[in-house]
């Protein structure tokens, strides 16, 4: 079945450093969703890249789609202590069927 | 309040009960689904409806697991017999066909 990783599992960085989270799905995907959750919250759509090689940019968050569609990259340049929480991707399968969701990437930001 | 709703909140039950968590999605949406998640997890799919249609139960959900959304509209997740390991986040999301998913606030189940 479907299935969809995510690295790493945590990061910790400085208030003011950038992060990466990777996310991969061992099927083709019709498209892929980011979702951030705050400690004690639950998951919060961010974002939808459907079309291939798709990149999106939220003020300091940017979102990329792979040419093939199976893998999702979430950039966030100058991190802030707002950004603290869980982020999650999730892909749709191809035949529209059930969205699956990655073990999502952890991240600290240390002030 | 147009956003997905859970009740109850939270629900703390002996081993061996059975237990119903209820979900009222978004009016204008057509899936609906359940997930579980623990503590450093994500959420992992249980079910997920189409309408009123059942379309997919997870394969690890066993057979005290059944969700109904009668009318295609709210929909049920009851457990029967609970276990300890049953202890997590149930939540619910709802969403049109290729959409986002709009999750509800969660029902927290302790089994003691």
């Known amino acids: 079945g479907q299935q969809v990783m995510q690295i790493p599992q945590y990061q910790h960085v400085q208030e003011g450093e950038d992060f990466t989270t990777y996310c991969n799905s061992s099927?083709?995907?019709?498209?892929i969703q980011w979702y951030k959750q705050r400690p004690g919250g639950h998951p919060v759509f961010l974002i939808q890249?459907?079309?291939?090689?798709e990149v999106k940019k939220q003020k300091r968050l940017t979102f990329q789609f792979g040419e093939a569609k199976k893998n999702s990259s979430l950039h966030i340049t100058a991190t802030q202590t707002t950004d603290v929480g869980t982020y999650f991707c999730a892909g749709l399968g191809t035949s529209y069927d059930k969205v699956i969701f990655g073990p999502g990437t952890s991240l600290s930001v240390i002030p | 309040d147009t956003g997905v709703s859970q009740d109850p909140r939270h629900k703390i039950t002996k081993r061996g009960q059975n237990v119903t968590f209820r979900c009222d999605p978004i009016?204008?949406?057509?899936?609906l689904y359940w997930y579980r998640q623990t503590l450093g997890q994500g959420p992992e799919f249980l079910t997920y409806?189409?309408?009123?249609?059942?379309?997919?139960k997870s394969r690890l959900l066993s057979d005290r697991f059944s969700a109904e959304r009668p009318k295609g509209s709210f929909s049920t997740l009851e457990i029967q017999r609970t276990e300890q390991g049953d202890s997590a986040m149930y939540l619910c999301?709802?969403?049109?066909?290729?959409?986002?998913?709009?999750f509800g606030q969660g029902t927290r189940l302790t089994v003691v």
């Open positions: 890249l459907v079309k291939s090689g």
């Open positions: 409806f189409q309408n009123e249609a059942q379309l997919e």
């Open positions: 999301a709802s969403s049109r066909r290729q959409g986002e998913a709009f």
């Open positions: 009016s204008e949406h057509n899936r």
């Open positions: 099927t083709t995907l019709s498209n």
